[in-house]
């Protein structure tokens, strides 16, 4: 494992891992994920138990999630190798100076896949739940089909292990939802919650968190007024024309439900992807 050590060979860092791109003798690139064992945060039970869940997450298959195809486990890292595939984030076209801007046919493209692979995660024999969906996790394979990674997560952290802030282990600001500060618990409900963040950055434009306002209260309280909705849309997309201004504000819509206070008026997935292609 020393080339994916190599920090010249990393592509990004995330909060609990590492990405490196690793050639093969044979010529073909793998993109390997290095994750650190630490006492605090990861589980430290039977590498056994973890195995058989790993293998469970292998055999998933949904072209909007990224499925390890293989992963190693040292005494102190687990490595998961992908597909090379990795174009940049959703995070680094919508807020870094990248050439390829996102139009809106592009960002509805996104949302609806992201959406699909979350529906998808849900709808398993046993439901694969997301402990930090937002946009940095969300990988591009192309312009126009996004993979949700970081699925393996759920099987690694412990929250319940750290004696620090669980709201930043798990999670990232601004796409928390707001019940985990008393349930301290990952659920179907908080997933969609994100996804709804994840849906106002798309619409907007704007980061999740910004002079220290979160997304959300923003888009929230502007909502308050219908006619101050279409201010809350990216100027730069929204006056494409009306059809797209249109469909935007129906995608609007939906976000706004997905990031409602409570976690029990908020859709299920399932409906969330209905309604998000029936806004076409």
């Not at 949700?148 to 997560?153: A, F, H, P, Q, V």
């Not at 600001?173 to 301290?184: H, K, Q």
Request: charged share 20%.
């Amino acid at each position: 494992m020393e080339l994916v050590g190599d920090p010249s060979n990393a592509l990004f860092k995330t909060r609990f891992s590492t990405y490196y791109k690793a050639a093969m003798p044979n010529g073909r690139n793998y993109t390997v994920k290095k994750v650190i064992w630490s006492e605090k945060v990861l589980q430290m039970g039977s590498h056994e138990m973890f195995e058989r869940e790993l293998e469970v997450l292998g055999r998933l298959s949904n072209s909007n999630i990224m499925v390890p195809l293989a992963y190693v486990l040292t005494e102190d890292s687990a490595y998961f190798f992908y597909e090379h595939i990795h174009k940049g984030t959703v995070f680094d076209y919508l807020h870094k100076s990248f050439e390829t801007a996102l139009d809106w046919p592009l960002r509805y493209r996104i949302a609806l896949g992201v959406a699909q692979g979350l529906t998808f995660l849900h709808s398993c024999n046993q439901p694969v739940l997301l402990l930090d969906l937002s946009t940095k996790s969300i990988h591009l394979k192309s312009m126009k089909e996004p993979q949700i990674g970081d699925i393996e997560l759920c099987k690694v952290i412990d929250p319940s292990n750290s004696t620090g802030n669980l709201s930043i282990i798990v999670g990232s600001v601004g796409y928390i939802p707001p019940e985990y500060a008393y349930t301290m618990r990952v659920t179907m409900a908080g997933n969609v919650y994100s996804f709804g963040v994840v849906l106002l950055e798309l619409l907007t434009g704007k980061p999740p968190v910004s002079e220290g306002i979160e997304l959300t209260k923003w888009a929230v309280s502007q909502s308050a007024r219908l006619d101050k909705w279409e201010k809350i849309l990216d100027s730069n997309v929204c006056s494409a024309s009306p059809a797209v201004r249109s469909q935007m504000l129906s995608v609007l819509k939906i976000a706004l439900s997905c990031v409602s206070t409570s976690p029990h008026s908020r859709p299920k997935m399932r409906n969330v992807l209905r309604t998000l292609f029936n806004a076409r």
